[in-house]
C-alpha cells in the first residue's frame, strides 16, 4: 500500500507506527469495559470502528501523506483491541474448562487459515483490479489524445540522453509508471472498500454468535 505511493522505509514506519500506538492505547480500555460490562459493546464497537477505518482508506489518492493517513490508520488501531478480546471470549467462552486446551489449539490453527485465505483473496482482488484499472487509464492513451502530446512534449523538453537513452523512450517509460501508480493506488482503495464491506457484514451475523459462559464455577458452588 504504502510502496505504491513512493513511501521509504522510515515513512512507513511513521504510519504504522500510529496504529501500534492506537493499538497500545486502546488494550487497557478495551479490558476494563470488558471487564464491567456486556461483551458486545465492544466487539460491536471494534467492528464497526474497523469498518470506518477501511472505508475512509477506500477514499486515499496518490496525494496522500502522513496526515491523510493518521486518521484511518488510528481509527483502525483502537479499534484492533476492541475485536480480540471478545472474539477470544466467544470462541472459547462457551467450553468446559477441559476442553480449553484443544480448543485453543484450534482456534489458532483456524486464525492462521482464515489469515491465509483472506490474503489469497485479497491477491486476487488486487490482481483483477489492477488489470482492469490499468487498461481502463491507457485505453484513452492514443496518438490523437491531445493531453498525451502535451505530456510527452513536456517529458521530453525536462530528459536527457544522459543513460543512452532517446528521449522519446524515457518520456514513455515515466509514463508507464506514472500510469501504473495510479492504477495500483485505485486498486488498494477498492481493496480497502472490500474489506470494509466485509467488517460491516460481520455485524450481521453477530446475532448467530453463542454468548460466552460468565463465572460458571460460581454458579456451581450457589448450586449446591
Sequence with gaps: LFRSRGFNALQIGEIMFVTGGFQFISAPIAGRIAG??????????????????????????????FGEFFVPQAVRGFALMFLFIPINAVALGTLPPQRLKNASGLYNLMRNLGGAIGLAGINTIINDRLALHWARLVEPLTQGNPNLQHFMDGAQGTMSDAMGESTTLASTKLLAKLVHQQAEVMTLADTQLVMAMIFFAGLLAIPLLSKPRTAPAKASSEAH
Design 36 to 65: 464491567n460490562r456486556e461483551g458486545c459493546i465492544i466487539r460491536d464497537g471494534g467492528l464497526t470502528m474497523l469498518g470506518l477505518g477501511f472505508l475512509m482508506q477506500s477514499h486515499m489518492s496518490s496525494e496522500w501523506g
